[in-house]
C-alpha cells in the first residue's frame, strides 16, 4: 500500500491547531573557538522551554548524505516522500506568483541576462536589475505567440527573475537549462532530455528567439536564460489527505510556491517578525499554519556566523509571539546551512514537537544539535514529521483493530 | 527482493530457544508529579537487569505517527511488513476460535444485538449477556443454509460477540460494518465497498436476515450486527519462513488468533501469571515462545496509572520464573497504552533484546522510555525485531560471502 494512501486511509478531525514552523536551514556547524553551533550559541529561551516540555530529535532531509534544494526540503517536511513527489523549480516559481497551473503545463524560470552584440552572455543577472525594470519587462513577454495550439504566459517573479509557462497538448518538460553558469559564451539552446520533450524544445527556443527580439532595444537586460523546466503535475493536497484547511504565512515566492503545491492558502507577509506574527494571527482561523523564516538561511549563505545567530534569536522570539494560539508546535529546518560552508548541506536538522501527549527526556534544556542527538524523538526521516504531529494533534484514528 | 523472502534466504537452523515476550500496551507517559512513565515507576527488576546486561531501545510500531491496532501491531513484531500483510478482525476472530480457515473463506464478526419492534436497535451488545447464553445462540446460527455452492459456519467468541465464516467460489470480503455504532436506528446493510464484492454482500444480506428469524424470539440478543468483514489469505508461516516451530502462550482469542495466523501451536491461557508461567512450561519443547500478557493494556484503557504499574510489575515477576529455560529473550510491547490518553498510542515502545551475543550500554540500569532512548538498539521499526531476534539465535546465515 502506497505511503501517502497508508496515511490517508487513517485521518480523522480533531479540534486540535498546529504550529509548523520552518527556520530555513536551521542546522549548522561548530564555531572553531566555542565548538557551539550557530543554534547553539544563540539565545533561545522559546525554543529551549518547548524542548525541555516537548520531544526533540534529528531530521535527516531527503535521505542520507543529500544536501536538498527548499523545494524537496520542504515537500518531505510536508510529509510527502520526495523520490516519489518532485517538483521543478519552474512550477515552484509558477505557483509562488499564483499563477494557475492546470496539470500538464510546462513551467520554467527566466533570468533576465546581458548579452553582447555576439551574443555571448556579460552578466548572468542583467546587473541585477530591480523590480521597477523587471517587472515591465517581464510584461512585454508575456503572450508571446507561439501559434494558435499553445498558450505562453510571463510573470515576473523578482528583480532579474521571472517565469514563462507553456500550456497546450503534449507537452513534456524533460528539457535541460539555457544558462551555461559562464560568462563569455552563448546561452545554451534548450535540448530535449527525452525524445517526447522535442517539441517543447523547440517552442521553447521559439521563446527565446522572440523574447531576444522583443527586448533588443534594452540597455542591461537584453536576453533571458531559462532554468528548472517541469511539467505540473498536481499534488494530492493536505485536504485531500488529511483533511486539514492549512494555512501558510511566508515572505518569499519559493515558499508561497511550495505552500500552494500542496493546497495551503497563502498569507504573503513582509520578511520581518512583526509581519510574520501579525499576518499568523490573520491566518488563525486555520487548523494547520506553515510559518516560515528565511533570515537564517540567508546569512548561513553569506557565510556570517554571528548574523546567523542574531536571527536565530529573531525566529526564537517570533516564535514567543505566536505560539500561544496553537495546541501542537512542532520546530525545525528544512535543511542545514551551516555558516562554515555557505551553502545548504546534508546534515541532520534538529526538530522539536511540543503538545500535551508528549515524553520529555531531560537533556541539557537546551535545543541544539549535540542536545537532540539524545532527543526522545530519535533520529527520523523528514517525511516522519507530518505524520508525527497529525498523531500528537489528533488527526489519525487507529490502524486496524 | 522481497524483505521476507531476503530473510528467508538467509534462514538456519540452531538449538537456541527464544522467548518473544509481549507485554501489551507497555510503552506509556509520564505522571505529572513525578515525571515517570508506568514503567519507569514500576519496580521490574527482572526487566532492569535484562536490559542491563542485554541490549534495548524504542520501537515504533508499524510506521510513524501511527497508532495500532492489535492485529497490525503484532503481525509487524513477528517481522512481517504491517503494510504488505493487513488481516482484517473478522479473519483474527475467527482464527482466535481455532476455525480452520481457508484461502478465499470471507470472514466476519458478529455481536449480537437488541431490536425493538420496528427493527432499531435498542442496545448494540444485546445487554452484554454472558457465555452461557451467548454460546447457545451461536450454535443455532451455525450451518444457516445459504444454497448449496456456500457454506456458512458461526462460532461463539466471547459473551455477545461470535463469528461467521461464508465459504464458497468467488467469495470478496470488501463488505461495510452493518453496524451503524448507534442505537435507535436500524443495522446497516452489508454493502458491496467494490463490485466485486456484490454477491457475498447478498449473502450476508441474507444471513442476517435468516438469523433474524431464528432470534426472533429471544428475550434480549434478537439481531446481529456483521463488522470486520475480511477475506482469508494465509500468511507464510514462521515455519516455513525461519523454519521455526513455534508456540504462543496467550489468554485471549485475539492474540492466539493473530499467533495460528503465522502458524503457532496455541497454548490457551487463563489470564493470570500462574496459568501463563505454567503453560510456557508446557510449551517448552518449542524453540520460539510468543507469550502475550494483556493487563497492562486494560489498565492503560481504563486511565489508572497505579493499577498498569501493578501490571506490569506482575508481568516482571512472570518473566522471572520463565526466562531461565530461553537462550535469547525479547521484551516489548506491541504499542503504547499511556495511562493519560486511555487508548492506544503511536509513542516508540521500550524494548530489550538479551542473549550472549550483546553489547550491553551502560544508562541508569532501570529498563524504561527515558532510558531506551539512550540504548544500543537505538530506535527500529517493529518488523526489524523478528530478524534481530533469529541473529541473536544463531538462526540467520551470513548474506553473501
Known amino acids: 500500500m502506497d505511503r501517502l494512501d497508508f496515511y490517508r486511509s487513517l485521518a480523522t478531525e480533531s479540534d486540535q491547531r498546529i504550529l509548523f514552523f520552518v527556520i ?63 517538483v521543478g ?5 509558477a505557483l509562488g506568483v499564483e499563477f494557475d497551473l492546470r496539470a500538464g503545463d510546462v513551467a520554467a524560470r527566466i533570468n533576465f541576462c546581458s548579452l553582447d552584440p555576439e551574443g555571448r552572455i556579460t552578466d548572468r543577472r542583467a546587473g541585477r536589475i530591480g523590480d521597477q525594470i523587471g517587472a515591465p519587462l517581464a510584461e512585454r513577454l508575456d503572450g508571446i505567440s507561439l501559434g494558435d495550439s499553445v498558450q505562453c504566459s510571463v510573470r515576473h517573479v523578482k528583480q532579474y527573475r521571472a517565469c514563462v509557462v507553456f500550456r497546450g497538448g503534449g507537452l513534456d518538460g524533460r528539457i535541460a537549462d539555457t544558462d551555461p553558469q559562464a560568462t563569455g559564451v552563448p546561452p545554451l539552446q534548450p535540448e530535449a532530455l527525452d525524445p517526447a520533450a522535442t ?10 528567439d522572440r523574447a531576444r527580439e522583443l527586448l533588443s532595444g534594452e540597455p542591461v ?17 493536505l485536504c485531500e489527505l488529511y483533511g486539514l484547511d492549512p494555512g501558510a504565512v511566508a515572505s518569499y515566492p519559493m515558499y508561497q510556491g511550495v505552500a500552494r503545491l500542496v493546497g495551503m492558502t497563502i498569507y504573503p507577509s513582509k520578511d520581518e517578525p512583526d509581519a510574520l506574527a501579525a499576518r499568523v494571527s490573520e491566518a488563525s482561523r ?57 551553502s545548504h548541506s546534508w546534515h541532520p536538522v534538529p526538530v522539536l514537537i511540543a503538545s500535551r501527549h508528549c515524553r520529555p527526556h531531560g537533556g541539557d534544556g537546551r535545543f541544539g544539535e549535540s542536545a537532540c542527538v539524545q532527543g526522545s524523538l530519535g533520529h527520523i526521516l523528514s517525511m516522519d514529521i507530518m505524520p508525527l504531529v497529525l498523531a500528537h494533534a489528533g488527526k489519525l484514528k487507529k490502524f486496524g483493530a
Open 89 to 93: 523549480r519552474g512550477v515552484l516559481a
Open 24 to 86: 530555513d536551514g536551521l542546522g549548522g556547524l561548530p564555531h572553531p573557538e566555542t565548538g557551539l553551533t550557530e543554534l547553539e550559541a544563540a539565545a533561545t529561551p522559546t525554543l529551549d522551554a518547548l524542548a525541555a516540555a516537548g520531544e526533540s530529535g534529528l531530521v535527516t532531509p531527503v535521505l542520507a548524505g543529500v544536501t536538498p534544494g527548499s523545494g524537496p526540503a520542504h515537500i518531505s517536511l510536508f510529509g510527502y516522500d520526495p523520490l516519489v513527489w518532485q
Open 221 to 237: 537586460a537584453n536576453g533571458v536564460t531559462l532554468r528548472g523546466f517541469d511539467s505540473y503535475h498536481p499534488f494530492p493536497s
Open 199 to 208: 517539441h517543447t524544445a523547440a517552442l521553447a527556443t521559439e521563446f527565446i
Open 286 to 342: 486555520h487548523d494547520f499554519v506553515f510559518l516560515h523564516y528565511k533570515g537564517t538561511d540567508s546569512r548561513g549563505e553569506d557565510g556570517d556566523y554571528d548574523a546567523k545567530v542574531a536571527e536565530i534569536e529573531s525566529a526564537d522570539s517570533l516564535l514567543a509571539r505566536v505560539r500561544d494560539a496553537f495546541d501542537v508546535v512542532m520546530v525545525t529546518g528544512d535543511h542545514s546551512t551551516p555558516w562554515s560552508m555557505r
